[in-house]
């Protein structure tokens, strides 16, 4: 059992409370999952020129200040750093694989969460309100983001086991239930050099939409194709740097309920986090289909 959350703005005045807004939601899951929590949030994207990258150290003692001047004489171009206790955003003018395998290469305990140039990245082990404290998500702003809060079921509470998880650029998704073959994805994409970081049933669900994006395919028409491949009980709620969509599936056990108003679409697993939004008692409030893709874009 886990808790989701998803918040979309559409009036812009209301980009700068974001976070502000978000917090209670992800707060109002607590019970559904107390051992980690995490965050992606989209904000205006970056110029063409530059990409960013999410980076967790964990409990490794990171001097940022050092890191960044090693990373400006290795490499050239812009590079700039934006920390958060043991987060830190990295916005760069070099190729974002370059810069992935600098920091692999010299400095391997640093994880790098998300790579996008709209994209951010935060999730740590820890009940959701200390997760929110530590890392000042009521100060978030942006357009969008997608949020969750686990209960481990079936791997390891760590920070690489929470959600959300990402592939490729300015792509996440977060998980509520359990998939019956993950292993048979696995083995689907490892041979088209997808690689794995961990054992979760979400990370392959992660991948094998990621990789139907990169092979032309919409987002809606990607989890389309999901129905066929992905065995088990779940609601998937996925973010790209435009986009946000939701899909339960054929069964829908796994709750889900959106309002949508003139001003946001907002998604939790129960209503209890949409409680305090903003007119939310005459919003259009709807538990979603099973097997139905609904998307809303910025």
Known sequence: MCGIVGLLLKNPSLRPRLGELMVPMMIGMTERGPDSAGLAVFTEPVAD??????????????????LLGRLRAALNGEHSLKVTANHAVLTSSENPDDVEAWIAAHTPELTVLCVGRAIDLYKDIGAPSEVAQRYGFAQLQGTHLVGHTRMATESAVTPAHAHPFTAGQDFCLVHNGSLSNPYM?????????????????????????????????????????GFEELDGFYTFLMGTDTELALVRDAFACKPAIVAETDDYVAVASEF????????????????????EVYSWHI
């Open 49 to 66: 020129s530059l990409c960013k990258l999410s980076l967790y150290a964990g409990a490794a003692e990171i001097d940022w200040d050092k």
């Open 185 to 225: 994805v696995r083995r689907k994409l490892e041979p088209l050099n997808i690689a794995f970081e961990t054992d979760n049933d979400t990370e392959a669900a992660c991948r094998y939409f990621e990789w139907r994006l990169r092979e032309g395919d919409s987002l809606k028409a990607a989890v389309q194709r």
């Open 272 to 291: 209890r986090s949409l409680a305090h939004l903003p007119r939310v008692h005459d919003a259009h409030l709807f538990e979603p289909k099973p097997q």
